[in-house]
T-cell receptor, first 112, second 117 residues
Framework: NAGVTQTPKFQVLKTGQSMTLQCAQD?????MYWYRQDPGMGLRLIYY???????DKGEVPNGYNVSRLNKREFSLRLESAAPSQTSVYFC???????????FGPGTRLTVL | TQLLEQSPQFLSIQEGENLTVYCNSSSVFSSLQWYRQEPGEGPVLLVTVVTGGEVKKLKRLTFQFGDARKDSSLHITAAQPGDTGLYLC?????????????????FGQGTILTVHP
């Protein structure tokens, strides 16, 4: 099992460009999450999907959209990237009955 | 204002020393998790503490949940260079109607530990 996979690993964008971060899990987990990690701020929740077919905002949703494509895949889209969105993005998944989250390796995004 | 305050933010010690990392809040939680993150990787769960006053041991790591379930500590005995990393505490949002947990995690800002050989 690969666990949680994320693509790409690194990305550089110019202000105003758009892109989609991909996330997939092969553990048959119900819930999936997108976080961003900035120095000195831990991880902050952007959006989550409690189950297939549902999505909801987290703590810092502005400037992002998400799609729960199926049970395995949860994508994060930046429609018009801004320098403030320079960060490391992590996707995570969780089984419905547990609290532990399993994280992917992250995508390091730089917006110039 | 951070829901969870971790201290210290940075810790640089020599191999063999002991250390304690703290995670504090003014709120009460049903459970608290500790994660460890290595450079270039995602966080990995170390332990979940649930009961007030609970103590859990994982080899040289000892985790304690405060009696009032508002704070937690992580103690490492005889630290080794392999312990180097970012240590994060996290709590789950309150369970919704019907007892279903949404599973959303709120993280502390983390403690960066460096253990020098």
């Amino acid at each position: 099992n690969a666990g949680v996979t994320q693509t790409p690993k690194f990305q550089v964008l110019k202000t105003g460009q758009s892109m989609t971060l991909q996330c997939a899990q092969d553990m048959n987990h119900n819930s999936m999450y997108w976080y961003r990690q900035d120095p000195g701020m831990g991880l902050r929740l952007i959006y989550y999907s409690a189950s297939e077919g549902t999505t909801d905002k987290g703590e810092v949703p502005n400037g992002y959209n998400v799609s729960r494509l199926n049970k395995r895949e949860f994508s994060l889209r930046l429609e018009s990237a801004a320098p403030s969105q320079t960060s490391v993005y992590f996707c995570a998944s969780r089984i419905l009955t547990g609290d532990e989250q399993f994280f992917g390796p992250g995508t390091r995004l730089t917006v110039l | 204002t951070q829901l969870l305050e971790q201290s210290p933010q940075f810790l640089s010690i020599q191999e063999g020393e002991n250390l304690t990392v703290y995670c504090n809040s003014s709120s009460v939680f049903s459970s608290l998790q500790w994660y460890r993150q290595e450079p270039g990787e995602g966080p990995v769960l170390l332990v979940t503490v649930v009961t007030g006053g609970e103590v859990k041991k994982l080899k040289r790591l000892t985790f304690q949940f405060g009696d009032a379930r508002k704070d937690s500590s992580l103690h490492i005995t005889a630290a080794q260079p392999g312990d180097t990393g970012l240590y994060l505490c996290a709590v789950t949002a309150l369970r919704g109607a019907g007892g279903t947990s949404y599973g959303k995690l709120t993280f502390g800002q983390g403690t960066i530990l460096t253990v020098h050989p």
